[in-house]
């Protein structure tokens, strides 16, 4: 039989322990019902030590957040190669990933419930939130490749964006729908955005026809194609 010996963290390595245990617990509850007692329990030190690094519950939720924004923003990255339907739906399984790993903290965050109410943590989430927002309407506009987009293209990607946080929320609120078909669902919802801007811009059209081009017919956009064909009146059986 063998005796554990707790090792001596150096602060740094102590305080990014304190975050990710911070993340781990806000993942199973919203922040504001998490404790500094459960903090340092978990963590397995003294509620006074925890306070030897964070001032309070604000700046470890705070510092929290910044950790769990960061990682949402870099599950929009993907490589650049392929269909883009297809590289959407990946971006979306990451994304998704996310949410279902920490939905009780993702929904406090998008839905601006800080862990102690407080015009400074409130202006914090946002200010992340919004980085996270950035982060995304970016790597959509890369895989584009589109630098300088027209304001209706714009507003395509910031639309999807707001739709893909909203779809997630709802389906936290019980997953009364399959997780994968909403993937799906929501890279269909952003063709659908692109197509009905593209039907009265020419330049988006031009590069729509470019995206579908490149997109196999077994592909989330030509399944989508398929089964809107398959909605139309007088379509023999």
Do not use: C
Not at 9 to 25: C, D, K, N, P
Not at 55 to 83: C, M, N, T, V
Not at 166 to 189: F, I, T
Not at 216 to 221: R, S, T
């Amino acid at each position: 039989m063998t005796t554990g010996v707790r090792r001596r963290m150096g602060v740094q390595e102590r305080r990014e322990q304190l975050i990710s245990v911070a993340l781990e617990l806000f993942s199973r509850r919203p922040p504001a019902e998490v404790s500094i007692d459960e903090i340092a329990s978990a963590a397995g030190i003294s509620r006074p030590l925890v306070y030897h690094y964070f001032p309070g519950k604000l700046s470890l939720y705070e510092a929290a957040l910044r950790r769990a924004a960061e990682d949402l923003a870099h599950r929009f990255e993907e490589p650049r190669q392929g269909p883009l339907g297809e590289r959407l739906l990946r971006v979306m399984g990451r994304y998704f990933d996310f949410v279902d790993e920490h939905g009780p903290g993702f929904s406090a965050l998008m839905r601006g419930g800080p862990a102690v109410p407080s015009q400074e943590a409130a202006s914090t989430a946002n200010a992340l939130i919004d980085s996270v927002r950035e982060a995304a309407r970016e790597q959509i506009l890369a895989h584009l490749g589109v630098t300088r987009p027209s304001p209706r293209l714009d507003m395509v990607v910031r639309s999807w964006v707001a739709l893909a946080e909203s779809k997630a929320l709802l389906w936290l609120d019980g997953r009364r729908m399959a997780r994968a078909e909403l993937e799906v669902q929501l890279v269909h919802d952003f063709a659908a955005l692109f197509a009905v801007s593209a039907a009265y811009d020419e330049e988006l059209a031009l590069l729509l026809r470019e995206l579908l081009a490149r997109e196999p017919a077994d592909g989330p956009f030509g399944d989508l194609v398929g089964r809107l064909v398959g909605l139309a009146p007088g379509r023999p059986e």
